[in-house]
C-alpha cells in the first residue's frame, strides 16, 4: 500500500493518524448542495446563460487536544444551452496548513421533466485529495412532486479507493424542496459505512433562500481511521441567501461537524452567484 507523505506528516506532528480516504467523500458538500429547481426540471426555465460562482469557508478543528484551522476556496463559471448546464470548477484547500488543489468538469442534462448529472475531477499532485473522481447522479419524478434519485461518487486515491452509493427521495412543493437519502461508503480493504442525510430549502420571501442540512452515520470524517462501528459522526449544516439584484445572489452559512472519539469542526462560508 502506496504512503501519503502529507499525511504521515500530520501523523508525526499531532500523534494521531489524519486525513484517509473517507474524510474526502466529504458528506459536507453533500448535504449542503443545491438541487435544481422544479422549473429547471421541466424545462421551463429555457433561457440560455452564464454563471459564475464562488465560495469560501474557514473552520477551526480540534483533534483531541491539538486546535488548528480548515479552508476552501471554490471558483466555478458554466452554461447553459439548451437543456445542457455545463460547469468548470477550482478548488483550493488547506488542511492545517498543508494545501492541495482540484478541478472538476461537469454537466446536467435536462431531459424532460428528470435530469442526469456526470462530474469529472482531478486532484493536483495530492497529498490527502483524491487524485481522480467520477460523481454520476440520476433524478427521476415518481408521483407529483416526488422524485427518486440515485447517486454514486468514485474517488481514487494514493492509498485506497472508495464509492459513496446514496439512493433518495426529493419532495418539491411550491418553491420548497425536501430531501432525504441513504447512502453506503465504502473504502477498499476497510469494509462499508452507513449514513443518511437530510436536508431542505426553502423560499422566505422572494428575495431570501433558507437552507438546511444535516448528515448523520460513519466515517462523515474518518478522521483517525478506525472501523466504522467506532467513528460515529454528524453534520449539521444551515444558511440563508439573499437576492441582491434580478440573478445575483450573496450568501452566509454556518456548519457544525463532530465524530467519535475527538473530533470537533466549526466553519463559517460567504458565498456569491451570478447569471447573465
Known sequence: MKKKAGALFIFCVFGIPFLSPAETLDIKHQTRAN???LTTLHGEEQKNHFSAFAF???GNVKIGSHHGTWSEITGSVGSRYKNINTYFSYSRFERLHLVDHAVNVGSYFNLSDFYIHEEIGFGIAPTYLYQFQN????SHPLYRGLYGEL????RDYAENDSQLFSPGLTYYFGNHFLSASYGISHIASRGNANL???KGDFEITDWLRWNAGAAYGQWLYDIQGKDASDEKSYIAYTN??????????????????????????RSISLFASVKF
Open 240 to 265: 440563508f441567501k439573499l437576492k441582491i439584484y434580478k440573478d445575483f445572489h450573496i450568501g452566509i452559512g454556518y456548519s457544525y461537524g463532530t465524530e467519535k472519539p475527538k473530533f470537533i469542526i
Open 151 to 154: 447517486r454514486h461518487t468514485y
Open 196 to 198: 443518511v442525510t437530510l
Open 56 to 58: 469560501y469557508e474557514t
Open 35 to 37: 438541487l435544481p429547481s
Open 135 to 138: 460523481i454520476a447522479e440520476l
